[in-house]
Structures are given as structure tokens and as C-alpha cells.
């Protein structure tokens, strides 16, 4: 075997380990110095050099990253994990027709919609679905995200919220808890607009806190304008588009005048 | 156009000469001796007719013909004769030898023109392509592109770009779109350092063919974003581009831009590419659903488009009666179609827009309906169906979708009186706009207009000629609209 795959291995068994252990400043360490001792594989997108052992590096190197995506996520850390994802991501599409499928590949893809939902990139989550086959789409990971996103859109957040008692990975549950807090907001924006007032205890219930305690205090924090009065939240309705009792003169005059200029033009 | 004349005259004495020889050989030696006249005098345009008048022979072509035009056109033994010539199949001998007698007197005084060896590799690739030798296509294109990268010549450009145009589709009519990606972005680097509009035209738009044949939207809207922009100089490359453009900003959710790109490419593709013209339809559609509204019944009943749309015709009526399960048969019943069309994912973001509806309808129906109502009349089939409803009204209220209030402790939803629209100001902006758009549209079609050159120098050229310019044109007219056969 190859010296250079050896040490790659050899380091690789060491960073798992540490992984398993949560040693998080190790693993960190390792994968860096793993990361540099890539780049010296010429097999490796963006060359797909023809070596002998095209397919063994192939195969470590998406393992490695693999591995850092779940360890980013494990340290709580979004930069990290749109890194890693990219760089694996070659290994997914490009190096299709290479490599023997991974088992991991729909929950990282599953892990990365959820990403680009809790940060609210919609656009991008819809160009990163039109890549997953039909096949894809049917898988429980991949599903997952497609259906969080339904919900999200169509405002069932209670679907959303029950979702976290379905992950279908464990990985998943660091997402899950970012969009909560997404949801709490956008439970208290909608409520703002669609309720006159409702009881601090539907509140409570309806924004998700355990507590009357914490209710008020992320009030206070968030939505200073609402009023609490006698157990009851009221919320300030937005001041509503009156008729209109006077004639906009002078708008009228400007764009009168600048039809009288185009029609000018046309005769 | 005096020389139109001259060219047109001139061919004429060699038809009654030989008039043994079949008419499509004439009809290829006339185009033949266009581009000659067109690169001596650096007129693009007629080589551009040259091409149109090809297109429209190509269904005439035969391996006969085709080999005694190669051999007429360039000299036997020469390299690119001998290259091309074992691209033809092996025909009987008697015709052969018809050609190769006439061929025998004109051709060793020919020099050959750059802009003639290549329209033969065009001509050669039309007809691989049309006998379905698409493995054969694909070596003479790319053997053409070899040839072409050596070439700079401004009157080659419009060759070229139909050159560009059939190589990538004699890759895509056998699947290995993904292999030429790398040689596109070369060639539209090149033809961007020449100055090339035209192949630039072309290439952008076979690139982003080429990524969304692999839906990498990504890829397609980082190129398209970057690439330099200027105006059109084809309308069927204008029109593919905007579609593709249209087809980027659905996927991206910016909605409104991607109607007006996708309704513009079907207004302005030929009446004649009806295919490309069934695809924007779909897309339109889609969107026109996605941004809330309801697609006119005509639009489906365009001529020769009914059976195409009915599937998106059975999916506007879901949407517009707003039924969930109507909408989930539908959806259904026709994912074969959805999933060919690739349009299953945009199909799955509708239910949004079925649920808005109804909600809409239920609200202007009732002036106060309990949450378990809503929810049975949309027919949401989840565990929690009240608790969905009431957090799916409170987002309506809030996105403007519909004017109400919930109460969470009677649990039912009160409609708001819609106030009298016409006491605010909205009508007027609204016919505002309208005006606006009416006058935009006539300054654009002023600027649109096309002057025909020197029409100040011949003042005293006769009546005539001119009758005889607006009839070419309208000619050129009505073949350019037949060149739409690749759509």
C-alpha cells in the first residue's frame, strides 16, 4: 500500500476515535493536518487524476469529510459545516460514476436542506432539491427536510415543532432546535397580526415556553409594544389603511402632465 | 444589394448547362457561390441567408448529393475532402459519377474559403444528424470545433454558431451532454476575446442548456450572472436564453422576474416552434399558480397546445377551487407527465398556494366559522388538524392573504367586512400603472423598429426594387421562422 494512504489512514482511525470520545479540540486538530495531507492526492477532485489508488482515495477522502460535517455539526458551527459540505459535495456528484454509493450521503444531503432552512436560504434549498433524484426524495432523511419546509411555508409550525420527535438521524436534532426559536418568532409575528388579544396561558402554550417567567421576559425582549393587562396579552393592531378623504393633488397633477408628455411623443 | 442582383443572375447559366443535375445540388451550389460573394465583401448578412436557405433544403439532402457538393466544393485529396468524405455512406455508383463529372470542371480553379470548408462541415453534421448517425454527428462536430478554434474570422461567426448549436445537440441526442461542458465554456472564452456576439449568444445559451439538463441551476445562474450581456443579435438565441432565465428564477423563487422572461420567450418564439413554445407555456403557468394567480382559460386552448396543457389545466382548476384533494389526485394522476416535464418539485410548492385559495373562498363565504370547519373544508389530513388550521389562517392574516381575526379561546375565525376598494386610492394607482405599462410598451416598439441600411443613398433607384427588397425580406422572414426545427 501506498505510504501516503497508510499515514492518511492511520491519522483518520485516530480523528474517528476522537470523535466517539467528543474530543472536540483533537479531532479538530486532526482533521486539519488530515485536510493538508489530501491536497497530495492527484486522484482527488478537482484533478480525478487516474492513480492506481484512484478508488481507495476516493474513498478516505470522502469519508474524512463526512466526518468533519458531522463534527461541525457536533461544535455547533455553520461556517464549518457549509465548508465541509462543499468540498464533499464533488464526491457526490462528480466522482458518481467512480465510487460505490455511501450510506451517509442522504442524511449529510437531508442535514444540509435543513441548514439552508434554519438560515432562511429558500432560494438555495430549492436549487439543492432540484439536484436529488426521485429516488433521493423518497429517502426518510431527504423527506424529512422537504416536509419541514411544506410545513414551514404553509405555517403548520406545530408540525414543525413535532417533527423533533421524528429525526430520522441524530445529527438532525441541532437544526431542529435552531428552527424552533425560527418558529417562536414566527409564531409571534403571525399572532401579532391575527389575534386581538389571547390569555398568558394559550401564550405560553402557543409560543412553546414552559414557563409564565420566561414568556414575559422574551416579551419584554423581543415585542416591547405588547400590552399585558389582567392575564391577557394584547397586541397594538398595525393602524388600518383609512379611505381615503382627500385627493392626492399634486401626485395626480405629476402623472397627468407625464401622460400629456407621452401622448406628445406619439402623435 | 446591387450585387444581390449580379449573385442572383449568375448561377443561372451553369442551371441550363447542366440540367441533368438534380435541383438541390444547384440550390447548395447557389448557397455555396452567397458565402463566396459574402466573405469577399465582408457581408455577414447574406452569409446568415446562406444559412437559412441550407435549413431549408435539409430536408432534400441526400448522400449523394451531399458527396457531390463535397466534391464540388473542395478539392479531392485535400485533407478536409478526404476527412468528410468517410463521413458519407457508400451510395450506387450512376449518380456518383453524374457529379463527379461536373464537379471535375470547376473545381481545381477553386481556392478554397475558410468560410466554405466550414459551411461543409455544417452541411455534412445537418445531414448526419437527419439520418440519426449520431455517433458519427458527434466526431464530424467535433472535429468542426477542432478547425474552428484556428480560425478568426468575422464571416465565419455565423457558421460557427450554428456549428456550436449542433455540436452540442448531437451530444445531447446521445446522452453525453456533461463530456463538451468544458470545451463550451473554452469556445465562448474565445469567442468572448474576439469579440464573437453572436457564438457568445449561442455558447451562454448551450451552456445553460447544458447545466440545466442536469438541473445544476447553481452552475447556470453563477455563469449567466457573470457573463457579458449586450443585445440580442438572434431572436431564437434571445428567446432560449430568456426561457432558460425564466426557468432559473422559478427554481430560485423570484417568481415575478421569471413570468415576465418566461411569457416574453413565448411571445416573442415563432409561431412555428411549437414544442418550445408548449414548454414556456408549462413553466408560465406554473409560476403564474405560484404567484396566486389564475391562468386565463384561452391560454390552454391555444391552437395545436390543447392535449399538451390539459395536465396543467386540471391542476389550475385545483388550485383555483382551492380542494386539497383534488389537487393531491391530479397531482397524481399525471406525475408521469410532471416528472418528464421536470416540473414535480415546483407541482409539490402549489400546495401552498391551494390551501391560500381556499382559505381565501372561505373567508369571503363566511363571516365566522369555527377552526375545525376550516380545517375540514380544506381537508388538511394531519393529526392536529384545528391546531394546523389556526397557525396556517394566522400566517394567511399576517402575508395579506386574507383580512380576519382569530379568537383562540372560542376557537373560530372572524372575516373582516371588506371595506369599499374604491373609497382608497388603489384604483387609481392601479389604472396608473396600467397606463404606464401601454406607453412602455409603445416606446419600446419605437425603439424595437429596424430601418433597412443606404435607404437615404438610392433616392432615384426605381419602385421596383424596392417592391423587391420587402419581398425578400418578408421571404427571409418566413424561413427564418421555419429555422426553428431544434427547439
Known amino acids: 500500500m501506498d505510504p501516503k494512504l497508510t499515514v492518511v489512514s492511520q491519522l483518520f482511525e485516530r480523528f474517528k476515535a476522537a470523535l466517539v470520545r467528543n474530543d472536540f479540540d483533537t479531532s479538530t486538530n486532526l482533521l486539519s493536518q488530515l485536510k493538508v495531507l489530501l491536497t497530495e492526492f492527484r486522484s482527488l477532485p478537482p484533478l480525478f487524476e487516474e492513480t492506481p489508488n484512484a478508488v481507495h482515495e476516493l474513498t478516505i477522502a470522502r469519508d474524512i469529510y463526512e466526518h468533519a460535517v458531522v463534527l461541525s455539526v457536533k461544535t455547533e458551527d455553520q461556517d464549518a459545516f457549509e465548508r465541509d459540505f462543499f468540498q464533499l459535495k464533488p464526491y457526490y456528484t462528480d466522482a458518481r460514476n467512480r465510487l460505490p454509493s455511501s450510506s451517509q450521503e442522504y442524511p449529510i444531503l437531508g442535514l444540509n436542506l435543513l441548514r439552508l432552512l434554519v438560515q432562511n436560504r429558500i432560494a438555495e434549498f430549492h436549487t439543492e432539491l432540484e439536484l436529488l433524484s426521485s429516488d433521493a426524495l423518497e429517502n426518510p432523511c431527504i423527506k424529512h427536510a422537504v416536509e419541514l419546509e411544506q410545513s414551514f411555508m404553509e405555517g403548520a409550525y406545530n408540525r414543525v415543532l413535532s417533527a423533533r420527535q421524528s429525526v430520522p438521524h441524530d445529527t438532525y436534532v441541532y437544526f431542529l432546535d435552531l428552527l424552533a426559536k425560527t418558529v417562536r418568532d414566527e409564531i409571534a409575528g403571525c399572532s401579532e397580526k391575527a389575534y386581538d388579544y389571547f390569555s398568558i396561558s394559550d401564550a405560553r402554550q402557543m409560543l412553546l415556553f414552559s414557563s409564565d417567567k420566561e414568556l414575559l421576559e422574551y416579551i419584554k425582549e423581543e415585542h416591547p409594544e405588547w400590552e399585558i393587562k389582567n392575564d391577557f396579552v394584547f397586541f397594538q393592531k398595525a393602524k388600518e389603511s383609512a379611505p381615503c378623504k382627500e385627493i392626492p393633488s399634486l401626485q395626480l397633477i405629476n402623472q397627468t402632465l407625464s401622460y400629456a408628455r407621452e401622448l406628445e411623443r406619439i402623435v | 444589394m446591387t450585387q444581390d442582383v449580379e449573385m442572383k443572375d449568375h448561377p443561372t447559366p451553369s442551371h441550363s448547362v447542366s440540367s441533368a443535375v438534380p435541383s438541390t445540388l444547384q440550390h447548395l451550389k447557389e448557397i455555396a457561390s452567397l458565402i463566396e460573394t459574402g466573405s469577399y465583401s465582408k457581408e455577414v448578412r447574406r452569409i446568415a441567408r446562406a ?437
Open chain 2, 51 to 487: 444559412v437559412r436557405l441550407s435549413i431549408a433544403l435539409r430536408k432534400k439532402l441526400t448522400a449523394s448529393v451531399v458527396s457531390a457538393f463535397l466534391d464540388y466544393i473542395l478539392v479531392p485529396g485535400s485533407e478536409a475532402h478526404s476527412r468528410l468524405t468517410a463521413y458519407v455512406p457508400k451510395e450506387d455508383d450512376h449518380e456518383m459519377e453524374v457529379d463527379t463529372a461536373t464537379s471535375a470542371l470547376q473545381a481545381p480553379s477553386k481556392h478554397l474559403l475558410p468560410e466554405l470548408e466550414i459551411y461543409c462541415y455544417l452541411l455534412m453534421l445537418l445531414f448526419l444528424i437527419d439520418q440519426k448517425r449520431y455517433n458519427e454527428a458527434k466526431a464530424c462536430s467535433s472535429a468542426s470545433i477542432v478547425r474552428l478554434k484556428n480560425l478568426n474570422r468575422r464571416t465565419v461567426d455565423v457558421l460557427a454558431s450554428r456549428l456550436y448549436f449542433y455540436y452540442s445537440y448531437s451530444y445531447e441526442l446521445t446522452g453525453d451532454l456533461a463530456e463538451i461542458r468544458g470545451n463550451l465554456l473554452a469556445l465562448h472564452r474565445i469567442a468572448t476575446l474576439r469579440r464573437d456576439e453572436l457564438g457568445q449568444e449561442t455558447l451562454l445559451n448551450l451552456l445553460l442548456r447544458n447545466y440545466l439538463h442536469y438541473n445544476l441551476y447553481d452552475q447556470a445562474e453563477k455563469l449567466r450572472s457573470k457573463a457579458p450581456r449586450f443585445e440580442a443579435h438572434s431572436n431564437q438565441q434571445f428567446c432560449r436564453y430568456l426561457f432558460y432565465l425564466g426557468k432559473i428564477r422559478t427554481i430560485q423563487l423570484e417568481y415575478t422576474d421569471a413570468k415576465e422572461s418566461l411569457l416574453q420567450a413565448a411571445r416573442k418564439a415563432p409561431v412555428a416552434a411549437r414544442g418550445f413554445r408548449i414548454q414556456c407555456n408549462k413553466w408560465a403557468i406554473l409560476v403564474r399558480l405560484l404567484l396566486g394567480e389564475i391562468p386565463e382559460r384561452t391560454i390552454f386552448m391555444q391552437k395545436g397546445m390543447e392535449k399538451a396543457l390539459r395536465p396543467y389545466f386540471e391542476l389550475t382548476n385545483a388550485v383555483r377551487i382551492g380542494d386539497l384533494e383534488l389537487f393531491r389526485n391530479v397531482a397524481e394522476k399525471f406525475s408521469a407527465t410532471f416528472s418528464t416535464d421536470r416540473t414535480h418539485n415546483l407541482i409539490v410548492r402549489l400546495r401552498h398556494n391551494v390551501i391560500r385559495t381556499g382559505l381565501r373562498n372561505i373567508s369571503i363565504s363566511y363571516s365566522r366559522i369555527s377552526l375545525a370547519d376550516v380545517a375540514q373544508k380544506l381537508r388538511l389530513n394531519s393529526t392536529n388538524p384545528v391546531a394546523d388550521a389556526e397557525s396556517i389562517v394566522a400566517k394567511a392574516i399576517r402575508d395579506g392573504a386574507i383580512d380576519a381575526t382569530l379568537d383562540h379561546a372560542s376557537g373560530w375565525m372572524v372575516s373582516k367586512e371588506t371595506g369599499d376598494i374604491y373609497s382608497t386610492n388603489e384604483p387609481q394607482i392601479a389604472f396608473n400603472s396600467r397606463i404606464a405599462f401601454c406607453l412602455n410598451m409603445h416606446n419600446e416598439a419605437v425603439r424595437a423598429l429596424r430601418f433597412p441600411p443606404n435607404t437615404h443613398k438610392e433616392k432615384e433607384s426605381a419602385e421596383k426594387r424596392r417592391e423587391r427588397q420587402q419581398q425578400e425580406q418578408e421571404l427571409a422572414k418566413h424561413i427564418a421562422e421555419e429555422d426553428d426545427d431544434d427547439f
